[in-house]
């Protein structure tokens, strides 16, 4: 599949700062995108996702910006919180995707680490 | 709220044994699938199911069988476990014709 990449793996921020996490991604045909959370020794969790017919999308403390020209996604977040240390991942899906995979083309992960 | 678990957080085994790990999904998702996760590799797709006795091949099947008998349960096999199949194993599911997937904990495999 296509790949999707991560521009930065490990990210360190002050609490009470806002995050921003990006992705790039090369499939020009993806249409749907995903942000996970994931703590140490858990499965991904869901934060939020996005269409590609949307640029941008908020959620509690979360926002999710989508540039389609040149193929960017990124998560903010609010307010970083020592909660919010874990590593996140971007996936993408295209209808087109094909092959045997049909699931989610996922990221490495960016390490986000809440500094007190 | 999504449900999925995983049989077990953590396995050891020894080399040559045959490995069951089994993932329940109680959204009555008609997808699930197994992935693996390994540092510096990301989330590779092993096994995916479409829906009861369904199962296609994803981009690392060798060495791994999966079985859907019910529609919240996808098994997945190893036939002879090898040390280089010690990984992280996460199952995730899904509604047909959404591409959310909800992720179990994840089973730690360690194949001695």
């Known amino acids: 599949g296509e790949s999707v990449g991560l521009h930065l793996p490990t990210l360190s921020v002050q609490e009470g700062d806002n995050s921003i996490i990006n992705c790039a991604y090369s499939?020009?045909?993806?249409?749907?995108f995903i942000w996970y959370k994931q703590e140490s020794g858990k499965g991904p969790q869901f934060i939020i996702d996005i269409r590609s017919n949307m640029d941008k999308r908020q959620g509690q403390r979360v926002t999710v910006l989508l540039n389609k020209t040149v193929k960017h996604l990124s998560l903010q977040i609010a307010a970083t919180q020592p909660g919010d240390s874990a590593v996140y991942f971007c996936a993408e899906s295209s209808m087109y995707s094909g092959g045997g995979a049909d699931g989610l083309t996922f990221g490495k992960g960016t390490h986000l680490i809440i500094q007190p | 709220d999504v449900k999925v678990t995983q049989s077990s957080r953590y396995l050891v085994k020894r080399t040559g044994e045959k490995v069951f790990l089994e993932c329940v999904q109680d959204?009555?998702?008609?997808?699930m699938f197994w992935y693996r996760q390994d540092p510096g590799l990301g989330l590779r797709l092993i096994y995916f199911?479409?829906?009861?006795?369904?199962?296609e091949k994803g981009d690392i099947p060798e060495g791994y069988s999966v079985s859907r008998e019910k529609k919240e349960r996808f098994s997945l096999i190893l036939e002879s476990a090898s040390t280089n199949q010690t990984s992280m194993y996460l199952c995730?599911?899904?509604?047909?014709?959404?591409?959310?997937?909800?992720f179990g904990p994840g089973t730690r495999l360690l194949v001695l």
């Open positions: 959204m009555d998702h008609e997808n």
């Open positions: 499939n020009s045909a993806s249409d749907y």
């Open positions: 995730a599911s899904r509604y047909r014709g959404r591409e959310t997937q909800y």
């Open positions: 199911s479409y829906d009861v006795k369904m199962k």
